[in-house]
């Protein structure tokens, strides 16, 4: 609990053997955090037994993909402040409390691996990484009239069930290019976002998805197809959100 609120912490996990029981342990190990939650993606390694034996509640996702096991764990999550985060070590727990110095005045808050000063020895995050995703995330911005954001593909994300219950249902990605699509939806539905800088470890366990600069690249690609493409969908901002005040101000002011 943070303030009356209850807290969770969901992760996505496929084959995560190496690093789950610690990432779990250590969300776990914050008093604000009420329960984390592990989407099992056909793990053959144990994963799900050694997230449960961690003190998780498990749920598997049959499809494969980083974008429908999130969906799956975001879809479990009852509490009134949901992170999602990843199962392979590379993110602080303790970071949530950054997160939550923003929960009252924000909806949702997306994290980013790109400030240099936060990137640790080990990391998965050399110059093609920090700069490309920067960039996307640059055409995000500006596209979609967002807030200052500088990663892309940055998978530890904050959001008050109100704001997830509205984005939830607009989420169709079944693979990596998840985290933008949540971030464009969340921007273009008049959702309080913003971005702050976390720390970026190195990963236990083998990577999936940005360990080969070819996937990265095509990874990249995707992803600004996906953002452009939203440009031209209408996607009404929520009822009472800060998008649709400002709409409504200057409805009035026109
Ligand atoms: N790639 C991939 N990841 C999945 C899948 N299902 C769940 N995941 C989880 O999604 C997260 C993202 O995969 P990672 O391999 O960490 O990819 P990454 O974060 O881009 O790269 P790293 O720098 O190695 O961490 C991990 O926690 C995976 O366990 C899946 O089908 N494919
Ligand atoms: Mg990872």
Known sequence: MYKGKSVCVVMPAYNEAEGIASTVSAFRALPEVD?????DNNSKDGTAVLARAAGARVVSETR????????AALQAAACDYVFISE??????AADVYKFLAY????DVIFGTRTSKSCVWDGANMGHFLRYGN?????LLEYLHNGPCLTDVGCTFKFFTRPALQSILPHLTVGGSSLSPQMMVIAVRQGFRCVEIPINYGSRQGTSKITGSFRKAFLLGLRMIAMIIAYRFKPIPAVPGSEGS???????VAA
């Open 35 to 39: 329960e984390v939650i592990v989407a």
């Open 64 to 71: 494969q993909g980083y974008g429908f096991a999130c969906r």
């Open 87 to 92: 199962s392979d070590g590379t993110f602080h």
């Open 103 to 106: 929960a009252e005045e924000f």
């Open 134 to 138: 920067w960039a996307v995330a640059k």
């Open 245 to 251: 005040r400002r709409r409504r101000r200057s409805a």
